[in-house]
């Protein structure tokens, strides 16, 4: 059964609200049934409304056919043998938190005892993070660049960092009443090149469609790279290309990609230090999770764990695989 959230109401909180609604393990169960039927329990197979919890198991059990519902199905949580309020708090600190969360500080402060567990818990909510942001496309002006990841990133810009993994950024982009530049929503790839193909297939994904249907994204602003101009020539996009003559003028002229490239940066050299390149993509799409939602930050907690309730989860075997 699915959580229905057409429309939920994200609460603001903080550490102390939070720590005064979610005290107990009930606590974090209540939310989860309130959540799964804001309208009082109600069986999927017969629609009665009385119900018994099954002792601690997230199960009610349907008083008239005995049907059993989870509170967790479908959600991050299911089956898992970790107590709630660990989740709950790991995903406020997840949420919360500017530059991401040392998973090794995070395992000491929740006590869990196997380092594993806490760092596939932080993978689900990183999946869910991911899944709620792939829902948005881009429109309008979108900027455009790419960076590079590397172990031993030595921050040169240029395509020729073939050992490195290529980034590519798009940030869509608005102007207000005022007529100042605002940075829109952002998307972020680990890719494989930077060759107009790539490069138009993940424009694709993010807003402009392959047939007469009007593209949401009208204009691509870039450093006037071939890919992009081929693909702007391929989509019937204009094109805005700024003039690079030093690489340090890129921060001001593509400067929302270059402002998430800088939290990426950042990240990937406090917390998540040391990123494998199966990873990179979900410790990406975290940093953009936060990026567009840096005006929400009071209802950041409760935003996320919306989120982790309606998410396809991945497993620990998918995980761990070595691929
Ligand atoms: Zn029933």
């Known amino acids: 059964m699915e959580y229905q959230q057409a429309r939920p109401e994200y609460k603001d909180m903080n550490l102390l609200l939070f720590q005064e609604e979610f005290r107990t393990e009930d606590d974090c169960r209540q939310w989860l049934f309130h959540t799964r039927w804001p309208k009082g329990f109600q069986c999927a197979r017969c629609g009665h409304d009385n119900y018994t919890q ?48 040392s998973i090794a500080e995070m395992q000491r402060e929740l006590e869990i005892r196997d380092y594993k567990t806490i760092w596939v818990m932080a993978h689900k909510i990183r999946k869910a993070m991911a899944d709620r942001d792939a829902q948005y496309k881009l ?14 990133t030595s921050h040169t810009r240029g395509r020729g960092a073939e050992n490195k993994a290529k980034l590519i950024i798009a940030v869509s982009v608005w102007t207000d009443e005022d007529g100042e530049e605002k940075p829109g929503f952002a998307h972020a790839f680990v890719a494989n090149d930077a060759s107009a193909e790539t490069i138009g297939s993940i424009l694709q994904r993010l807003g402009v469609p392959d047939d007469e249907i009007t593209p949401l994204i009208d204009a691509i602003r870039t450093d006037g790279w071939q890919s992009y101009k081929a693909v702007a020539k391929g989509f019937g996009l204009v094109h805005h290309r ?11 002229l593509l400067p929302w990609t270059h402002q998430l490239i800088a939290n990426a940066k950042s990240v990937f ?55």
Not at 300 to 314: E, I, P, Q
């Open 139 to 152: 429109a309008g002006l979108v900027e455009i660049d790419e960076s590079f990841y590397g172990p031993s």
């Open 54 to 101: 099954i002792s601690t198991r997230n199960l009610y059990k349907c008083s008239n056919c005995a049907y059993q519902a989870s509170s967790t199905s479908g959600t991050i949580f299911h089956k898992t043998k970790t107590p709630l309020l660990k989740w709950f708090w790991l995903i406020f600190r997840m949420a919360t938190s500017k530059t991401g969360v």
């Open 269 to 323: 050299s406090g917390p998540h230090r040391g990123v494998s390149a199966k990873h990179l993509q979900s410790y990406l799409s975290e940093v953009c999770y936060r990026f567009n939602r840096r005006f929400w930050h009071r209802q950041a907690f409760h935003r996320l764990l919306t989120a982790c309730v309606s998410t396809t989860t991945v497993t620990r075997n998918e995980l761990l695989a070595h691929t």
């Open 242 to 252: 700024v003039i690079l003559t030093d690489p340090k003028d890129a921060m001001k």
